[in-house]
């Protein structure tokens, strides 16, 4: 789940020990896995509703509890282990009734708790009949993800990271990059400090230490920036009603190179053995 970005530098940063990423790293592992599942699931004419189902089996079946189902207000809780986000959806899609089509594309984000500590990733798969230029975005937003992660290292700040996601998708590619939500720190909560906003200045927000684990999360807009919530509350669409991609990874940062302790190869690995869907290479 990205987060409502405040803009405030908070004070619930907490350094992980190695104990502890271990730990995080099993909790990623469920999200992994279950991302996978959740690939080998999608067809046309299946719904929101059935993957959020079989996902929360998945990850009960696997120790771990859905970090998203009843998040939020107990007035207007969460009611999927999932986000499912198609096409001018930018994140929290409640999971639906709505049958998936050929030309779609669905972002999944999945978050588990195990053992006290979350994992938390998400993907935009594409179907078969999904066109350029939208294949396009879901190439530059995946590259964009790695392109942050890269700037995860110790003695760095947030900006570096923000500052490298936005110059890729917004300067070099003529795409909008959502303001309104961010990522987070993630740790024995779903939601830490710092924010990780996929725009900023270089040099400029938090130092990044070793320890520190973060969720990264470019959402990035075919059209312009702006997004608006639906009445129910979650749903978060494009205002101009262009397609949308999200990509996410839970990382350490680390003296020379982040540790990626999401593992998106196992869902790579079904969306190939699976014919309804097109694989996404992110560009270089
Ligand atoms: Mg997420
Ligand atoms: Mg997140």
Not at 43 to 56: L, N, Q, R, Y
Not at 251 to 273: G, R, T, Y
Request: hydrophobic content about 35%; proline content about 5%; glycine content about 10%.
């Amino acid at each position: 789940m990205g987060l409502f970005a405040t803009g405030k530098e908070g004070k619930r940063v907490f350094y992980k020990t190695s104990a502890e990423i271990e730990l995080m790293r099993n909790a990623n592992l469920v999200v992994s896995k279950t991302l996978a599942h959740v690939a080998s699931l999608l067809k046309p004419g299946v719904t929101g509703e059935a993957i959020d189902k079989a996902a929360e089996e998945f990850i009960r079946d696997h120790g771990g509890r859905p970090a998203f189902k009843g998040y939020g207000s107990s007035e207007n809780p969460f009611p999927g282990s999932l986000c499912v986000s198609y096409n001018d959806i930018v994140v929290h899609g409640i999971p639906s009734k709505r049958e998936f089509k050929e030309n779609d594309i669905v972002s999944v984000d999945c978050g588990v708790e195990l053992e006290g500590f979350y994992g938390d990733a998400a993907f935009t798969f594409a179907f078969q009949n999904v066109q350029e230029p939208t294949m396009e975005l879901l190439r530059v937003t995946y590259a964009s993800l790695y392109i942050g992660i890269e700037q995860a290292v110790h003695g760095k700040r947030v900006g570096d990271i923000s500052s490298a996601i936005q110059e890729y998708c917004e300067r070099k590619h003529p795409y909008g990059i959502v303001r309104d939500l961010v990522g987070h720190g993630v740790g024995r909560s779903l939601h830490e400090d710092p924010e990780v906003p996929n725009y900023g200045k270089r040099g400029k927000g938090p130092l990044i230490l070793e320890g520190l684990v973060l969720a990264i999360e470019p959402m990035v807009n075919l059209g312009k920036k702006e997004v608006h919530q639906a009445e129910d509350g979650w749903t978060i669409h494009t205002r101009d009603r262009t397609p949308s991609a999200h990509f996410e990874h839970s990382v350490v940062v680390k003296k020379n190179k982040a540790d990626i302790l999401s593992d998106h190869s196992f869902l790579l690995e079904a969306i190939k053995n699976n014919p309804n869907l097109q694989e996404i290479q992110p560009k270089s």
